[in-house]
């Protein structure tokens, strides 16, 4: 199939690729010329783990530019919209991007028939407006209705950064909305090989044992963007529940650890995403929660268990310091090194990242603020320049003379380095695992203090 990916961020990307390794011919489309040009230099973006293998994989399907005639839009049998929708200053997602490329698909429908897939995160309706400026972009553009040239589909994402190509060769489950059977079955074909697993796995990213196929749901329009939604804020509240469990086991000499394994074993919670810690970041809990929250509110309702797990979360980034304030008694004056800088491991997206909250936090109660990460700095640097923190590529760096530290991001990296050389770095001995990532009879032989989330 000929398909179109508008955007070229984490979905846009992974979708375009994983569907060009599938045998399908791609085209990715981007307004940035620079992440164009580099891509078609063979350089990516972002980084994400295995990316760039298949896309070296893939390149005889791949496609990139930033020209709207150089697409191919009329040619298109599958276009995702794969846009960015940050959120505005309210909590709604900003939907200036999606309009864009609805009004430029709108200008370009061919003849034959185009299934036109809302694939980035959308409020709940979008479907309806994307499919109305396309008619409007049509009929402005040819002076007659478009009938019959394309229809929508929601097909929500469900990757995570870091594992974004595992999840998307390898999902729990297909989201399908749509009201047009004849898009339900192009886009059920496309998923296919998906869907039965017969695709030939690349060796660096073998399927897992157990997958036999991917459970396919198809729904309407709305129920496929509530889903999304609903999924996310879902686990964001997993997580923001756990921590809270992990404020009280702390006070009642439990360990957070031992619980959450307690209550995972038990198959309708599940154990994953019960990893206390302190709490969620990147570009997607944050976002959708507060989207889901601002949709509600347009229908006159209260989300409170939404607002709760929010407000949980960013608890737990004053808590942090708090801990801090609370070890060192004085901040003022004091070198507080963070290890990781990223909202997670295997990415190097800031979006939302705990770290700057601390950091900021620390820096405006006169603290000095060095910090290490194993990919994300050059983000950082450019990003977070204004801040004062000193970036460091060497780890031993950033905790020369620290009096604390703080393990932010759970990179595997922070536990092959050598903590006994870190602690003769240090001035004081005070860690605070942020991700109970670290072994603490390890470190407490090293002689280390160490405070935990939860234990
Ligand atoms: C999340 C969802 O997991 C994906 O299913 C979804 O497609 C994606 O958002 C999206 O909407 O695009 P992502 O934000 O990339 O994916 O990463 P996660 O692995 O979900 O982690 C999010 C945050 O939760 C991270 O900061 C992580 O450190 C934190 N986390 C995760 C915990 O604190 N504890 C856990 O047990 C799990």
């Not at 020209?67 to 929708?85: H, P, Q, R």
Request: proline share 4%; hydrophobic share 45%.
């Amino acid at each position: 199939m000929k398909v179109v990916s508008m955007g070229t961020g984490y979905v846009g990307l992974t979708t375009g690729v994983a569907f060009a390794y599938l045998g399908h011919q791609v085209v990715c489309f981007d307004v940035d010329r620079a992440k164009i040009d580099s891509l078609n230099h063979g350089k990516l973006p972002i980084y994400e783990p295995h990316l760039d293998e298949l896309f070296n994989l893939a390149t005889s399907n791949l496609k990139f530019t930033d020209k709207e005639e150089d697409i191919g839009l009329d040619f298109a049998d599958v276009i995702f919209i794969s846009v960015g929708t940050p959120s505005m200053p309210d909590g709604r997602a900003d939907m200036q991007y999606v309009q864009m490329a609805a009004e430029m698909i709108g200008r370009n429908l061919g003849d034959h028939f185009t299934v036109v897939v809302n694939k980035s995160t959308v409020p709940i309706g979008s479907g309806n407006w994307v499919s109305s400026l396309i008619r409007d972009a049509y009929l402005k553009q040819h002076g007659q209705k478009p009938d019959g040239r394309f229809a929508m589909a929601s097909n929500p994402e469900f990757l995570r950064q870091g594992s974004a190509l595992f999840d998307t060769l390898y999902p729990d489950r297909v989201v399908i909305g749509g009201e047009d059977t004849n898009a339900l079955d192009m886009m059920t074909n496309l998923y296919r090989p998906i869907l039965n697993q017969e695709f030939a796995a690349p060796d660096f990213l073998q399927r897992p044992e157990h997958l036999g196929g991917v459970p396919l749901l198809t729904c309407d329009l709305a129920s496929a963007e509530l889903i999304k939604y609903a999924a996310n804020a879902f686990l964001a509240l997993k997580i923001s529940y756990i921590n809270e469990i992990g404020m009280l086991a702390t006070k009642v000499g439990a360990d957070i650890t031992q619980v959450a394994r307690g209550i995972g074993l038990d198959s309708r919670i599940g154990p994953r995403f019960l990893q206390a810690g302190i709490g969620w970041g990147g570009s997607c809990f944050g976002k959708d929660t507060a989207a889901l929250v601002a949709t509600a509110s347009e229908y006159g309702l209260k989300m409170p268990i939404v607002e709760s797990a929010r407000e949980v979360n960013y608890q737990m980034r004053i808590w942090v310091v708090d801990q801090l304030l609370n070890e060192l008694k004085i901040l003022k004056g004091r070198k507080v090194a963070l290890f990781g800088v990223a909202f997670k491991p295997n990415t190097d997206d800031l979006r939302d990242a705990p770290s700057i909250d601390i950091a900021r936090n620390l820096i405006q109660r006169g603290a000095k603020v060095s910090a290490h990460d194993p990919v994300a700095l050059e983000n950082a640097r450019r990003l977070y320049s204004g801040l004062g923190i000193i970036f460091t590529d060497d780890p031993y760096q950033a905790v020369a003379d620290a009096d604390a530290a703080i393990l932010v991001t759970e990179w595997p990296d922070y536990r092959k380095i050598s903590w006994s050389q870190i602690k003769s770095l240090m001035k004081g001995r005070l860690v605070l695992d942020g991700r109970n990532f670290l072994s603490r009879p390890e470190m407490e032989a090293l002689g280390f203090a160490i405070l935990n989330v939860g234990k």
